[in-house]
């Protein structure tokens, strides 16, 4: 949320009304370190009222800030810089045991660096942080929490020259606004009074131009200037009733109102007179038995803040949807179309099993486990549950808080449409219990209905009289009505399929239920315990995550798990996260890919234990002794063993940031170890026979071409190839007039291997040459740096030789071929030129053994022996550089989103130059820094003879190719680089497309 936006509001201190869930939102990110967070709950219940709660928020937050600076009393000096936000958590609502601030939404933001639920409060923040707020002068930001507030996103306030306080209002019309308050204010803005359900007269004289009317909407802002006056309200009767300092000194307890009283006396339009003895519906009334002192308070802040301008800024697109008691139209709200149908939540099944519901029907699964055989109807919702099929929702039903022992009880429910039922953690005493409730979506508390029925309905069906439910003296209102069970005093708590289950018809009788202890709905949510819900959900949302991450690697989806691993270790929930992963890891044998990225994932969340920027870095080296053995059994194929023994040694490397970071090295490495082992699996379509053997000494040569990639890199290595198919457009081409890849080979007499390679222009060419008499020479043929490796990896996977074996390399030569074999490679290019000289040479390499001990390919086989030879040798790699330079001219290679990974070419032409374009675009994406100011420079001075151009290989450096509107345009692009200021070091090479691959001369 604040992350999201980088010029949103820094808040200094943020206060919030009886919760402590707002470190969760430091911790994730949605608020800044540094922040000052702040838990104000009222001081005594019932609670002080809106204004009384702002006022003792001010205070609290001015002593906290005053402490901090330093200071021994409170002072207002700190509210100089300072920028407050004050959010009021409101009052009960029955739709959430957590209330409307904490009610989740069926909303998921792909943009979330950790993983958790949106709240009302959440949303609320976003907006207030990245819309409302922002520009704003030092000063304190007041709002309530039981709506969700949604603005324009071209929404922009001015704050030149501003002082006092201001509103903000959002349009509604004049049936809405009867049961709501709304501002009258002049053509300026200047606000003449606040009518609160006031009559439809009253109401259309604060109509705007557009025909509506300014709705208060909640935002309050008070300017530094008016917050100390009220800051010294704080020591003066009787105003200091309303903070807890008052009260600690013995001061009588006081309610106002925010807009009633606070800013009601900023009014233009009220004398002192109507302000002081008015009697206005929603606040302490002057002629009460308290009237003496709630007309002193507002004298008092009559005193203090008259004179202080209060404009409303209205803002038309705006939105202000308060959660009303309505259970039909929270429901609405959850489900309305455009919502989230899964919201944090994990269904067994592929697909719900929807009753005549159309593509467009709409229902609401949030942060919620179902199993099994759930029906769920359209216009339904099940929230914070664990439910276990088979199990029915009907439409318009709501069910939340239910855990998965009660699906038994659902299952025998005479379930009907519209219907509420809900599990509330309540604390009794000592005692923390769940007790369960059922309404009906069109209750209300006018006591008019139950279960949308009339109260005779019930009374008739089940034998219950009135005074069960209300007795002497007692609001006959369906909050008041002591209709759940929730004690049975010589059985414990009981169950839903007490009352709940009972009162919708089910079994249990009057006498059963009249025998336990019962709680109205009122009293139940009065009791609850808001830590204990709030951990409920939070384990299932925990759990949720876990089962999401199996079903996300099972079925090699491509969703981003980061956010999640991160939720999981804010939670404390590594371990069962870890623990989750060891298990598919070591359960996907007969999907090595599966299994890799499990130890990859493993990794990131070693690595989010450690901390972002702490450890080190992620990529070093990873071949500790200590792990040794875990990779050994990896490596030969026991993949349960392997995985249980990372394990164990993982549990050695959790105790500091730079062992996690090490242990997650490890588990990269480890992953390689499967990765190599799934590509291994392409040797299947390698198909090599047998001819005729070529005379001892004859030379078989081989030449091929280099490879520009036009499009497509990276897609071809895995796991991205295998696990989201690749697709790579590139070209052969020979440099300088001439193939610049190489290899010959021939039998020779003795029985060693003889291995030269060289590189460079003849004139210029190193050579090294390698011997081999023992077998115990090719040991490291799987060491990508060792002296003449890939030589080496090509004799063992060639089946030259095998190594290991019980026979000396001698006696395998003589044996299979009559003596050894002598094998050259070269090429002339330089050194990370970026065109795909290691596999072309490779595949040279083997093709030259091939033919020289009378062996036959094709083409195909090459280019999978290839990509087997590099997993040999532990560079890993994909196959497209092999594919470029085997295969002539330009094509198209490409491989399915599968195991065994199988690559397929198919020769194309179509919009190269538009390709390369793209390809570079993508290029700078994946690997931001490739491009150097000096190749900047190159391209633009290029482009207007270029179709398309880019850097070769994965870019940095190398060679700049590019596909020219006319032909032999050599000379023109020297000429356009030497006039470029800046360049140096640079050299043209004409290339041209080798329409053949890789070449068989003439032996020799």
């Known amino acids: 949320m604040c992350r999201d936006a980088p010029h949103g509001l820094s808040w200094l201190c943020v206060c919030v009304c009886a919760s402590q869930e707002l470190e969760v939102r430091q911790q994730r990110g949605d608020l800044l370190q540094g922040t000052l967070l702040l838990t104000v709950s009222d001081p005594q219940e019932p609670g002080l009222g809106s204004g009384g709660a702002t006022l003792n928020a001010l205070l609290v937050a001015a002593e906290h800030l005053s402490a901090r600076a330093g200071y021994t009393v409170v002072t207002t000096d700190v509210l100089d810089d300072a920028r407050i936000l004050i959010l009021h958590t409101g009052r009960d609502f029955p739709w959430d045991s957590c209330g409307r601030a904490f009610c989740w939404l069926p909303v998921e933001k792909p943009a979330q660096t950790v993983q958790g639920p949106v709240c009302c409060l959440d949303m609320l923040l976003d907006c207030l942080s990245n819309q409302v707020c922002p520009g704003s002068p030092p000063g304190v930001w007041v709002c309530s929490t039981d709506m969700i507030l949604t603005m324009p996103t071209s929404f922009k306030m001015s704050w030149e020259g501003f002082s006092g306080v201001r509103v903000l209002a959002v349009p509604g019309d004049v049936s809405y606004a009867a049961n709501h308050g709304v501002y009258f204010a002049d053509e300026q803005g200047r606000v003449r009074d606040i009518i609160y359900k006031g009559s439809e007269e009253q109401i259309r004289r604060a109509a705007q131009p557009d025909g509506m009317v300014p709705l208060v909407s909640g935002p309050v802002f008070f300017c530094r200037r008016v917050l100390e006056r009220l800051l010294k309200a704080h020591v003066t009767p009787p105003l200091d009733g309303c903070t807890y300092m008052g009260m600690d000194s013995g001061a009588p307890p006081l309610q106002i109102s925010l807009f009633l009283d606070l800013l009601m006396c900023l009014c233009s339009d009220l004398s002192e007179s109507e302000f002081v003895n008015g009697e206005r519906m929603g606040c302490s009334s002057p002629i009460s038995q308290q009237g003496a002192v709630v007309r002193s308070a507002r004298a008092l802040l009559w005193r203090i803040l008259r004179g202080t301008a209060l404009h409303m800024v209205y803002v038309p697109g705006g939105c202000y949807d308060y959660l009303t008691l309505s259970g039909r ?321 993982r549990a050695k490397w959790l105790s500091r940031p730079d062992l996690l970071v090490r242990a997650a090295r490890h588990y990269e490495a480890a992953g390689q170890v499967l990765l190599r082992q799934a590509v291994m699996l392409s040797q299947r379509f390698i198909s090599i026979g047998q001819g005729e053997v070529p005379p001892l000494g004859e030379w078989q040569d081989v030449e091929c071409p280099a490879r520009l990639d036009l499009s497509g890199g990276w897609s071809d290595t895995p796991p991205i190839a295998f696990e989201h198919g690749g697709a790579v457009v590139n070209v052969a081409v020979k440099v300088d007039g001439r193939r610049p890849i190489g290899a010959r080979a021939r039998r020779i007499k003795e029985p060693r291997l003889l291995l030269v390679s060289s590189s460079g222009v003849q004139d210029d060419a190193i050579a090294m040459e390698t011997v081999c008499e023992r077998l115990e020479d090719l040991k490291d043929h799987c060491v990508p740096y060792a ?158 003879l270029a179709l398309g151009q880019t850097l070769a290989g994965a870019g940095g450096g190398g060679f700049l190719y590019l596909l020219t509107r006319q032909p032999q345009q050599g000379e023109a692009v020297r000429q356009v680089l030497n006039n470029t200021q800046g360049l140096r070091d640079f050299s043209v090479h004409p290339v041209e497309l080798d329409m053949d691959g890789i070449s068989l001369l003439k032996s020799s």
């Open 329 to 649: 139209e929270h429901i609405g709200r959850l489900t309305k179309k455009g919502t989230e149908r899964d919201t944090l939540s994990h269904i067994q099944v592929p697909y719900w099993q929807w009753r005549s519901l159309t593509y467009c029907s709409i229902l609401l699964c949030l942060s919620s486990v179902l199993e099994g055989d759930v029906i769920i109807a359209s216009g339904a919702v099940i929230q914070h549950c664990h439910l276990q099929g088979p199990v029915e929702v009907h439409s318009g039903c709501l069910l939340s808080g239910l855990e998965v022992t009660s699906s038994s009880h659902i299952q025998q429910l005479a379930f009907t449409n519209d219907r509420i039922i809900q599990g509330h953690h309540i604390q009794l005493g000592e005692m923390k219990i769940t007790v369960y409730t059922v309404l009906g979506v069109s209750c209300d508390d006018d006591g008019a209905t139950f279960l949308n029925h009339r109260w005779s309905d019930l009374y008739s069906r089940t034998g219950i009289q009135p005074e069960d439910l209300w007795g002497s003296g007692r609001s006959q209102s369906l909050m008041e009505a002591r209709l759940f069970p929730v004690f049975q005093p010589r059985g414990g708590a009981v169950g839903l399929e007490v009352g709940v289950c009972w009162l919708l018809g089910g079994p249990g009788s009057l006498e059963q239920w009249r025998a336990v202890w019962r709680l109205s709905l009122r009293e139940v949510l009065s009791l609850t315990d808001q830590e204990g819900e709030l951990r409920w959900r939070e384990a299932l949302f925990f759990q949720v995550g876990r089962r999401r991450v199996m079903d996300n690697l099972k079925s090699q989806s491509d969703r981003g798990l980061l956010p999640s691993f991160r939720a999981a270790v804010l939670g404390g929930q590594h371990e069962e996260l870890l623990c989750t992963l060891d298990s598919i890891a070591a359960g996907s044998r007969e999907n090595l890919g599966v299994a890799a990225r499990c130890l990859a994932c493993i990794a990131d969340v070693l690595a989010c234990l450690a901390g972002e920027g702490r450890g080190g870095l992620r990529s070093g080296p990873a071949a500790n002794p200590a792990w040794s053995h875990a990779f050994s059994i990896l490596e030969q194929g026991d993949l349960l063993g392997g995985v249980q023994a990372l394990a164990t040694e």
């Open 787 to 944: 002296p003449a490796a890939l030589l080496k990896a090509v004799c063992v996977c060639s089946g030259l030789v095998t190594y290991p074996s019980r026979q000396s390399l001698d006696e395998q030569l003589l044996q299979r071929w009559g003596g050894g074999v002598e094998i050259h490679t070269w090429s002339l290019l330089p050194h990370g030129s970026g065109l795909g000289t290691s596999s072309i040479l490779a595949g040279a390499v083997l093709a030259a053994v091939y033919r020289c001990t009378g062996r036959t390919y094709d083409t195909d086989s090459l280019i999978h022996a290839v990509l087997h030879l590099e997993q040999m040798l532990t560079t890993g790699g994909g196959w497209q550089d092999q594919v470029g330079g085997l295969v002539g001219g330009v094509k198209v290679a490409r491989s399915k989103a599968c195991l065994p990974l199988r690559v397929e070419v198919e020769r194309s032409l179509p919009r190269l130059g538009a390709c390369l374009e793209r390809y570079w675009c993508q290029k700078k994406v994946m690997a931001p820094g490739c491009e150097p100011a000096a190749v900047r420079t190159m391209m633009d001075a290029l482009r207007p």
